[in-house]
């Protein structure tokens, strides 16, 4: 079921007030963040299970110089929490005012006032606050004192570390699809509406959907075999080009390119979410179109043998 989500902490509906809320960024929505929502039910199983969270990220907000690093946009986000049993998002602007707002009135006039919450849990890490003037410690006392319950939950490990976020960015950066889903626990997607594009792979004899990578982080530049999601439920096998595709145009915006394997209809204007399985091989140049086409030719037979194989053993 779909949670509901709340743009805001004010006017919040009688129904949605009460919860037992995880406070995070919550950026990919991996194992990590499932195990402190996991915690938290536990902790609380009387409770409707909800999130605290923030649109943008704070870093967008602090430090917009630099380069696109999202794991999941809002949309997404809701629907990897959604599938985790969260009932309710509050997604909290986060903006020039709401930043200077000191530890204490996010506590208490966020928290315990605007959304009226139970129980509390973050990670051992989390701070928040003007100037990060507040940690789980301080978050702790203050819960106790209003009444509202409080859990701080370890982070999950494994042996290379504690899951999280930045890791599978650098997993991702390196080429890694299938070490990232691991963490993740589902493939990474990226989720855009289709643009209009130059029309070249439809002259190759690949149409291709093109998908901004906007605000989602840059993954390691080449070609993927994936699985998109249509607007209307169905998924489709597809073998996708990131980057700045240099035999044709040496373009310094990379971009995603997706072909979806014997599909026809028109996706411009559509919502998609393409979720990256193996990179199949790195971006180069080739001599010419017609080498690129027959590269492309390959690349999408590869793509096509690697996901069937998927699909038969459910991996």
Not at 42 to 58: K, M, N, S, W
Request: proline share 6%; aromatic share 6%.
């Amino acid at each position: 079921m779909r949670a509901h989500l709340h743009t805001g902490w004010r006017h919040i509906p009688a129904e949605a007030r009460g919860m037992a809320a995880a406070l995070g960024n919550f950026d990919g929505v991996h194992l990590g963040h499932a195990h402190l929502l996991h915690t938290l039910h536990t902790a609380r199983p009387d409770l409707g299970l909800a999130v605290v969270t923030f649109e943008p990220h704070p870093r967008e907000l602090f430090r917009p110089q630099d380069p696109p690093f999202r794991l999941t946009l809002a949309e997404e986000r809701l629907a990897a929490l959604s599938a985790l049993g969260v009932r309710h998002v509050f997604q909290i602007p986060f903006d020039a005012a709401f930043s200077a707002m000191t530890a204490e009135r996010f506590v208490t006039d966020v928290l315990h006032e605007g959304l009226g919450l139970r129980h509390l849990a973050c990670g051992a890490d989390f701070a928040f606050g003007h100037r990060r003037g507040g940690n789980a410690a301080f978050l702790a006392e203050r819960a106790e004192e209003l009444g509202i319950g409080m859990t701080t939950v370890p982070a999950l490990a494994d042996e290379g570390g504690p899951y999280s976020s930045t890791r599978i960015r650098r997993l991702l950066q390196d080429g890694y699809p299938e070490r990232a889903a691991e963490e993740l626990g589902r493939p990474w997607a990226i989720r855009g509406v289709v643009q209009h594009g130059d029309k070249r792979g439809r002259l190759l004899g690949f149409p291709t959907a093109n998908v901004p990578l906007g605000r989602h982080l840059e993954p390691a530049r080449g070609v993927y075999a994936v699985t998109v999601r249509l607007p209307d439920g169905r998924t489709w096998p597809g073998v996708a080009n990131i980057g700045r595709r240099p035999t044709i145009d040496d373009g310094q915006e990379s971009r995603l390119e997706v072909h979806l394997l014997d599909f026809e209809g028109d996706l411009y204007g559509q919502t998609l979410s393409v979720a990256l399985h193996t990179l199949l091989r790195e971006e180069r140049r080739f001599e010419g179109l017609d080498a690129l086409k027959a590269q492309i030719a390959e690349d999408a037979a590869t793509a096509r043998a690697y996901l069937d194989r998927l699909a038969r053993t459910g991996a």
